[in-house]
């Protein structure tokens, strides 16, 4: 993103990684400041755009769980709009945060991954106050190739932990479709294409189905990301008291792959468990 928005005429004023070595080497290709500290990082723009892995991350970069460098020291009319995958009141906690110490949020959930974070071709679900949308708007739009409102902070979490949901068991669907046919004997790629042309179809054949025929497990999206986003659609659904069996199904599948050692092969490296003659590492 920090690339697209370089690219699009944007002064990038400073980078942060976990992996300092990372930043800095990004730092020095988009010629801006690689802070050592998120409080530093933060005083280098008026809007700030986080990507974390789950909802302790996020708690710590906004200082929600105690810690004493995060982003919030000296944010007053800041905006920060917060890309991760987590749980809607995660995102409700930081914008109470925020709000406290005279900035704003803004949830932009990505369905998409890192090559269309790069050509500035995201699906992003945004939710927060439409006033900040508003004023935020024309870079969301520079990053994106589909923008869509869905309304109130935490919506959006909602909506994208469905759509990662949803995903997901495709995905695992999708493996056990083609696990089933090697184990046949079928040649996988006429089974991918009969699958194309009927209701076997989806956007993961499209994007995973030759990638776990050939077991090309090249992380875009991880398996160990796949079995989290699950947890947190299952956490939804046990709060709203519906029964979700596919989706704990898939969970499980996920979670099993990540205690075999597949946690940073890419979704599609769910194949793993169904394809005869693959699974554990040695």
Do not use: W
Request: hydrophobic share 45%; with cysteine.
């Amino acid at each position: 993103m920090a690339r697209r928005l370089k690219d699009k005429g944007y002064t990038i004023g400073g980078v942060y990684d976990v992996r300092s070595d990372v930043a800095r080497e990004l730092a020095a290709e988009l010629g801006c400041a690689a802070p050592a500290t998120l409080a530093e990082l933060s005083a280098t723009g008026d809007v700030i755009l986080t990507v974390v892995t789950d909802d302790p991350a996020m708690r710590g970069i906004f200082g929600l769980d105690g810690s004493a460098d995060h982003l919030l020291g000296n944010a007053a009319g800041k905006i920060f709009i917060n890309c991760a995958t987590v749980s809607p009141q995660v995102h409700l906690d930081v914008e109470t945060a925020a709000r406290a110490a005279g900035a704003a949020s803004l949830e932009a959930c990505m369905a998409s991954s890192i090559t269309q974070a790069r050509q500035g071709t995201l699906y992003l679900m945004i939710a927060g106050d439409e006033a900040v949308f508003h004023r935020a708007e024309p870079l969301l739009r520079d990053l994106s190739a589909a923008l869509r409102y869905v309304g109130k902070t935490g919506e959006a979490a909602k909506v994208k932990a469905l759509v990662n949901m949803v995903m997901n068991i495709n995905t695992a669907g999708l493996a056990e479709g083609l696990g089933l046919g090697a184990a046949l004997g079928l040649d996988l790629t006429m089974l991918r294409e009969v699958f194309s042309q009927t209701g076997a179809n989806s956007r993961v054949l499209e994007t995973d189905g030759e990638d776990m025929q050939n077991r090309e497990h090249s992380c875009f999206f991880s398996a160990a990301h796949a079995a989290k986003d699950s947890g947190i659609a299952l956490e939804l659904a046990r709060a709203a008291g519906l029964n979700l069996p596919l989706a704990a199904a898939t969970k499980a599948q996920y979670d099993r792959l990540v205690a075999e050692g597949f946690g940073e092969l890419d979704k599609s490296g769910i194949a793993e468990l169904t394809f005869p003659g693959r699974g554990k590492k040695n």
